[in-house]
């Protein structure tokens, strides 16, 4: 099992295109029909039916305007509705807390229908005011705007004029408003924290939420434990009980699943996938993942305030330096040795599952396997070999990349000793600095390469920001929203152009522009996309949605499906399998998206650090 399974800060968190152009701008929630929500009963020990999911990540923080990591921004959308959510088919907007949201004539004003039918879980009404206020926090906070900050950088203000209608005036247009990837906070609760920095929501169980499940107790490092909302407005789930269970090991994990100690698995090694398939009880989900794989370069960390701090190499300023690291690495012998054909070979920051955002280099501007073409590259920036063979830094030290690794991941241990092989030929030395936590000297700059990754969101805007000069930490002493400190200013322009543009195609030009930005700097060396490589016992779920459902993932969705969908085993439930896959009409008439059913609706930063990030 992969440390991996998580997300990178959502950063990463997941998105989708805001507006799809002028046709779909009003969105109409209207019925749907659910995927059986009844509660079954139970069969399994005290008469429940519980799932329990291995992960192999900590939790970061169980406050949402802290956690970055895969593992905690999903338990979120586990407690918490966003405005929206995304259909678990296509990833398309679709209601949330909002049954509908519609821009005025400038697209500078957008109002949200907030629905009527949601409730905190200690049986207050959930309303426009919450949302008001979350937002509100997070735009006069420094520490409230921590994980989700870019959401709200644009907005001027905010406002609930009724308990149904929230307004938001924008400074100017922004394409992200049907995928503000936010949690929406019960404010009676809320409003009491002092310093958000510190708040990590852990002190009191069960946790006041309004989503599909409701946090009923947490131990560090051991497990996370949850049950249904019995009052969730699109049916409660169908398991008693849903634990995530930490691993640190991931055979350990694995064992766990061959003995029916846990229900599910994600971040399969090959050899650990392919012992599974042949196994009675268990089904493996190999499927095209939305993370990438990458090796990030240290840029010279530096705050907002233009403070310098951290120690990563001086060579690595040096772009020409930077581009022949990539040239060094050969992508088809790590897809072919490391991820054993599980993976496919990466280029551009977006993986191919977003075929709207996905972007190649040109022939003339690919930085392919071309160790001859690196060592030319590294002469030509002055760092050439001594009489020892070793290339030398300014100061005439030998050069010698401290490479952080996550000392769970087999995949960065096997790639790092790959890159032992390939930067030796070149006269580099590596130095492989596999810890449990990787956060603390990521987030302190102290290291030279590191092993990165994100899961990407439908809607792309939040794993860009993360490489914006906006997002480094205001001081050395505080906690930005960065991935690895890049502040170019020809990117940020290009972030704005596209934050601002409506347009779906001019909008995706303009991505892949910064794209090919983030390429040619080489900054981040995006290597593989790695499959989403998953187990569970059948005999413990009997069905469970992945997203897309055509070849989709289940752990770490763009939304709750796959938990709230699942069906116990033995139950005499209608599986999710034999029901619509998202339960919802759509059908566009006259520039209006209706969505449509029967009963409850159905539907559905981070950086995990360098852990995974969201």
Request: aromatic share 10%.
């Amino acid at each position: 099992m992969n440390t991996q399974d998580q997300h990178h800060r959502g950063l990463l968190r997941p998105r989708l295109v805001a507006a799809a152009g002028a046709a779909a701008l009003t969105l109409t929630a209207g019925l749907a029909t659910p995927l059986n929500p009844a509660p079954h009963q139970a069969q399994a020990k005290e008469n429940k039916k519980v799932l329990t999911v291995a992960v192999a990540q900590s939790v970061d923080s169980l406050s949402p305007f802290l956690a970055s990591r895969l593992v905690s921004t999903s338990i979120h959308r586990l407690m918490y509705e966003y405005l929206t959510n995304y259909d678990p088919a296509d990833n398309h907007a679709i209601p949330g807390l909002a049954t509908k949201w519609e821009p005025s004539a400038d697209k500078l004003t957008w109002t949200y229908t907030i629905r009527s039918n949601s409730k905190w879980s200690d049986g207050q009404q959930a309303t426009a005011e919450d949302a008001a206020w979350t937002f509100n926090k997070m735009m006069t906070d420094e520490g409230a705007a921590t994980a989700n900050g870019s959401f709200v950088g644009n907005f001027k203000k905010v406002t609930a004029p009724s308990a149904t209608k929230l307004v938001i005036e924008l400074k100017k247009p922004q394409a992200t408003m049907a995928a503000l990837d936010v949690p929406i906070v019960p404010k009676h609760v809320w409003e009491k924290v002092g310093d958000f920095t510190k708040f990590n929501n852990d002190k009191q169980f069960p946790i006041v939420g309004n989503g599909p499940f409701i946090l009923t107790d947490y131990k560090p490092d051991s497990y996370v434990r949850l049950k249904p909302n019995k009052s969730f407005w699109r049916g409660a789930p169908k398991f008693d009980e849903l634990v995530f269970k930490y691993y640190k090991d991931g055979d350990a994990a694995v064992a766990a699943l061959q003995k029916g100690e846990v229900s599910f698995v994600s971040g399969l090694t090959p050899a650990q996938s392919t012992a599974l398939k042949s196994q009675q009880n268990i089904k493996v989900n190999d499927a095209p993942g939305r993370r990438f794989y990458a090796l990030a370069t240290n840029p010279g960390a530096q705050a907002k305030n233009g403070k310098k701090f951290g120690d990563g190499a001086e060579s690595l300023l040096d772009q020409k330096v930077r581009q022949a690291l990539f040239l060094a690495i050969d992508r088809k012998t790590l897809i072919d040795k490391v991820f054993q054909g599980h993976a496919v070979a990466g280029e551009g920051y977006i993986p191919p599952r977003f075929s709207t955002y996905f972007w190649k280099p040109e022939a003339s501007q690919q930085l392919a396997y071309d160790p001859a073409r690196a060592a030319k590259l590294l002469d030509e920036a002055g760092y050439k070999k001594n009489g020892d063979g070793k290339r030398v830094e300014k100061n005439g030290k030998p050069i010698n990349y401290r490479v952080l690794c996550h000392a769970t991941d087999p995949n960065d241990k096997a790639v790092g000793q790959y890159l032992k092989e390939w930067y030796g030929k070149l006269g580099i030395g590596v130095t492989l600095n596999c810890l449990d936590n990787v956060t603390d000297p990521w987030l302190a700059g102290t290291y030279d390469l590191a092993f990165d990754g994100w899961s990407v969101n439908p809607d792309p805007d939040f794993v860009l920001s993360i490489h914006t000069c906006g997002a480094l930490p205001a001081t050395p002493k505080d906690t930005g929203a960065t991935d690895n400190f890049i502040c170019d200013k020809k990117y940020d322009e290009l972030y704005d152009q596209q934050l601002a543009e409506y347009d779906t195609a001019k909008r995706a030009d303009i991505v892949k522009q910064m794209e090919s930005r983030l390429y040619d700097t080489g900054y981040m060396n995006v290597m593989a996309y790695p499959n989403a490589v998953e187990a569970y016992r059948t005999d413990q779920i009997k069905s469970i949605e992945t997203m897309p459902k055509a070849a989709g993932n289940i752990y770490g969705q763009d939304g709750y499906w796959s938990w709230w969908s699942a069906v116990p085993a033995g139950s005499s439930g209608e599986s999710s399998d034999s029901s619509s896959s998202t339960g919802v009409i759509i059908g566009i008439v006259a520039g209006v998206v209706v969505l449509a059913g029967i009963g409850a609706f159905f539907a559905m930063r981070r950086r995990s650090t360098a852990e995974d990030r969201e």
